[in-house]
Structures are given as structure tokens and as C-alpha cells.
Nanobody
Framework: VQLQASGGGLVQAGDSLRLSCAGSGRTLLSYHVGWFRQAPGKEREFVGAVTRNGHSIHYADSVKDRFTISGDYGKNTVVLQMDSLRPEDTAVYYC??????????????????????WGQGTLVTVYS
């Protein structure tokens, strides 16, 4: 599967952005799809993920209640809706996909090492 992330931009604190992860080649229903972000000088960190077939959705504590992941599988796309953005949300956002099977998916999808496919990243900059 090939992934393409889009929707990043420059916004003010408190604003919203909607990122999309479009898949091609195979249906994203077959994959766990995760969103990660990487700020300058920092490691890529987990933001949230939707498990295979849209079974469940999980978030990092830092974004819970502000970010929402949804699957638009008719368009083979997974969306990350980001509300109440903060300057510390500034980063390059990546989507990834994995077909691995986890005994505990809610934990497995949080590790960037398990993802086999990555999109190219989209930059989100939040100013105060």
C-alpha cells in the first residue's frame, strides 16, 4: 500500500486542521493505520491510530479530547481532525500502516517500529 499525507499548514493556537492519509494499492481496511509526529530534534511519537477494519481508535494522552481519527474507507482515507491546536503540536505529521497482528492492538499500534509503510509527512505549524 502507498500512503500520502496531506492537509498541513500554518495556523494560530486554538485553530483546527484536518489531515488526510490517502491509501492506494490496497484498502486501508486491511491495515492498522497510525498517525505519528516528529518535532525538530525529537523522536517520532505516536499520536493516534485506528485498528484494522476500523475496529477501535486509540490516542496519545497529549492529544486525547482534542484530536479525532476517523476512517473514510469509501475514499480509502483515514482522517486526523485536530482541534484546539497548541504551539507544542508543531511537527511533521506522518501516517503509517501495518498489517501485523497484535495480541493487544491498543498497545501494539503505539510503536512506530511495527509500521511497514509510511507517507511522506505533512508539516503542521502552530503559532501563539
Amino acid at each position: 500500500v502507498q500512503l500520502q499525507a496531506s492537509g498541513g499548514g500554518l495556523v494560530q493556537a486554538g485553530d483546527s486542521l484536518r489531515l488526510s492519509c490517502a491509501g492506494s494499492g490496497r484498502t486501508l481496511l486491511s491495515y492498522h493505520v497510525g498517525w505519528f509526529r516528529q518535532a525538530p530534534g525529537k523522536e517520532r511519537e505516536f499520536v493516534g491510530a485506528v485498528t484494522r477494519n476500523g475496529h477501535s481508535i486509540h490516542y496519545a494522552d497529549s492529544v486525547k479530547d482534542r484530536f479525532t481519527i476517523s476512517g473514510d474507507y469509501g475514499k480509502n482515507t483515514v482522517v486526523l481532525q485536530m482541534d484546539s491546536l497548541r504551539p507544542e503540536d508543531t511537527a511533521v505529521y506522518y501516517c503509517g500502516a501495518t498489517s501485523k497482528t497484535f495480541r493487544a492492538p491498543q498497545l501494539g499500534v503505539r510503536a512506530r517500529e511495527v509500521y511497514d509503510y509510511w507517507g511522506q509527512g505533512t508539516l503542521v505549524t502552530v503559532y501563539s
